[in-house]
């Protein structure tokens, strides 16, 4: 098992150099002797091999152990040559008993802690007279150990439990956003028509509602086109169900298009479609039907050719709020029959229920541009 070299690593490997710089200067202070020149000489290959593991991309685990082996080895070196007990080398122990703590846990800390003071007992050899300061630096050695290891698992579970509980909140959050776009897709599903993907008949009649509750509260106009596909069962008996699907979504794109972004296109059922046209009065609204009723003549359905009247139109018929309805209900009527008006005034036309009398009239494009009225422009 291999693991990337931690920052605690990296310190106490710039350390030994510090330690290797400080061995070289009281090296050349107090005069070269064969046991300082050795350890001085393997300090700085014992460093250098350290510092060409670290730089690896990674390292084998027990490396570790062998490390802080070796850490303990030069240290009771260091304290034998320095004289045993008279030398204050063997604070270096603690930089090895915090280094197993952090590295590797309590366990280890507590057994580094041991084997330091049984080392550092050896280094001053057989004096009496320290025995007593050997054993109660031992036994703070140990001491140490426990302390810095129970620490140092104390801050590794913090970590890790920090560690859970940012994990634990990205799961949450992830969690959230994707019931939010389930939600927000099964809502979307719950009032759109599956073949058509426009708004399907429920949503229709709700938003209708709304309409024209807000047209009453705000004195707005506003008219209902009801839509029917002339001849579409000859289509369907030509061409197959299939291609009248495919009829039926073509048509809806074009009628989504032909709109302004506040209208609402909703399919009504089989091939019969509304647009809802808020803040629109009874002319705008004829010149928006005949707007549209245009667009769908003029657009080149596939298969119309084999049609006997040669092209795909549609009738519309519309009636405005609150001229001709008083409400939701009576609205979608006097709609519906302007719609069957306009079939049985020959098809591919527009009626408006306030003008059944009187003849639908195809209404010219520079008409449209220059109606004052048409307030959708």
């Known amino acids: 098992m291999s693991r990337q070299p931690g920052t605690y690593e990296r310190f106490m490997l710039w350390l030994r150099w510090g330690l290797v710089g400080v061995g070289a200067v009281a090296l050349a202070w107090g005069g070269p002797d064969p046991l300082s020149l050795a350890l001085v000489a393997g300090l700085i290959a014992y460093t250098g091999v350290l510092h060409w593991l670290y730089r690896r991309p990674a390292y084998p685990e027990r490396a570790g152990y062998y490390v802080l082996g070796a850490d303990l080895a030069f240290i009771s070196a260091l304290v034998f040559s320095g004289g045993g007990g008279p030398t204050d080398l063997y604070n270096l122990y603690y930089l090895a008993i915090v280094q197993a703590a952090v590295l590797f846990g309590w366990r280890e800390s507590v057994l580094t802690s041991v084997t330091a003071a049984l080392l550092y007992a050896f280094a001053v050899g057989p004096d009496g007279s320290a025995w007593l300061a050997v054993g109660l630096r031992g036994a703070f050695f140990v001491l140490v150990g426990a302390l810095a290891g129970y620490l140092a698992d104390a801050v590794k579970r913090e970590r890790l439990e920090r560690e859970a509980s940012i994990e634990l909140l990205e799961e949450l959050r992830v969690a959230h956003e994707n019931l939010r776009a389930y939600a927000e897709e099964i809502g979307r599903l719950a009032v759109t028509d599956g073949l058509t993907k426009l708004y399907n008949h429920t949503y229709f009649q709700q938003r209708l509602d709304e309409e024209v509750k807000r047209a009453e509260r705000y004195c707005f106009p506003m008219v209902l086109l009801m839509i029917d596909i002339d ?147």
């Open 231 to 377: 001849n579409f069962k000859e289509y369907n008996d030509t061409h197959g169900h299939m291609a009248g699907n495919g009829l039926l979504k073509e048509l809806s794109a074009l009628l989504k298009g032909s709109v302004r972004e506040v209208d609402i296109v909703a399919r009504y059922g089989g091939e019969e479609f509304t647009v809802t046209l808020p803040e629109t009065d009874g002319p705008a609204g004829l010149i928006a039907a005949e707007r549209i009723r245009r667009q769908v003549e003029e657009h080149p359905f596939v298969g119309e050719a084999q049609l006997k009247s040669g092209r795909v139109t549609v009738s519309i018929g519309a009636a405005a709020y609150p001229t001709a309805a008083a409400d939701r209900t009576e609205l979608i009527e006097r709609a519906d029959q302007a719609m069957y008006a306009a079939k049985r005034d020959g098809r591919n036309r527009v009626v408006l229920y306030e003008e059944l009398t009187l003849s639908a009239q195809e209404i010219p494009v520079e008409e449209d541009r220059k109606d004052p009225s048409d307030k959708r422009s």
